[in-house]
């Protein structure tokens, strides 16, 4: 498929994400700072999400999950290897 289908897990760049100041990305704070909350997961430099809940945000931008994932990577918070925010 395209670069930006989502089939692999979908993971948040929580610092990046909540830097930015963009009005598009308010939801998906929002969203995130509310699944850290529901996992008491407060001290991750990243959060993996839900296919589900990319689903339903994706609703809200009136967009595709890949739409949205292709959003969220031309604004630089996704992470594709997490792994490899450890090893710098
Ligand atoms: P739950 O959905 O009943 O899940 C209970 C526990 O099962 C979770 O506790 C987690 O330890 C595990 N779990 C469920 N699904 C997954 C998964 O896809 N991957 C992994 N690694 N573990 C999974 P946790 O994390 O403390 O979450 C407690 C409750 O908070 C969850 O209960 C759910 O109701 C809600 N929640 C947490 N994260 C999310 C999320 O990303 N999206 C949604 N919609 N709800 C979430
Ligand atoms: P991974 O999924 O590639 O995640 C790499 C590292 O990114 C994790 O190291 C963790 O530090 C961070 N990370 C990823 N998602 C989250 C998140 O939602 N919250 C937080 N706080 N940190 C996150 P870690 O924990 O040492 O895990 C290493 C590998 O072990 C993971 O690689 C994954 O393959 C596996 N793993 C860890 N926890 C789970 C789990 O709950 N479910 C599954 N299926 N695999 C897990
Ligand atoms: P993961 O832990 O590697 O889980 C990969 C997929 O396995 C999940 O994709 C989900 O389809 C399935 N899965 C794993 N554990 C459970 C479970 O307890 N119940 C159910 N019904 N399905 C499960 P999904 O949902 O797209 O989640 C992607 C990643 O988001 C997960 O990777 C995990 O890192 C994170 N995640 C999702 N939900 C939770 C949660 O409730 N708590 C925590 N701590 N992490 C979650």
Same mark, same amino acid.
């Given at each position: 498929?395209?670069p ?6 979908? =993971?948040? *760049?929580?610092e990046?994400? +909540?830097d %930015?100041t963009?009005e598009?990305?308010a +939801? @998906?704070a929002k969203?995130?700072?509310?699944? %850290?909350q529901q996992r008491?997961?407060y001290?991750?430099r @990243?959060l993996s999400i839900?296919? *589900?809940d ?5 609703? =809200? +931008? *009136?967009q595709s999950?890949?739409?949205? =994932?292709e959003?969220l990577?031309e604004?630089? @918070?996704?992470v594709s *290897?997490?792994?490899?925010?450890f090893?710098?």
């Amino acid at each position: 498929g395209t670069p930006f289908e989502p089939a692999g897990k979908i =993971v948040l *760049d929580l610092e990046k994400l +909540y830097d %930015q100041t963009h009005e598009e990305l308010a +939801y @998906v704070a929002k969203y995130a700072r509310a699944i %850290q909350q529901q996992r008491g997961d407060y001290n991750g430099r @990243v959060l993996s999400i839900r296919a *589900d809940d990319l689903r339903a945000l994706a609703i =809200v +931008y *009136d967009q595709s999950p890949s739409g949205l =994932v292709e959003r969220l990577t031309e604004h630089g @918070v996704l992470v594709s *290897d997490p792994r490899a925010l450890f090893n710098s």
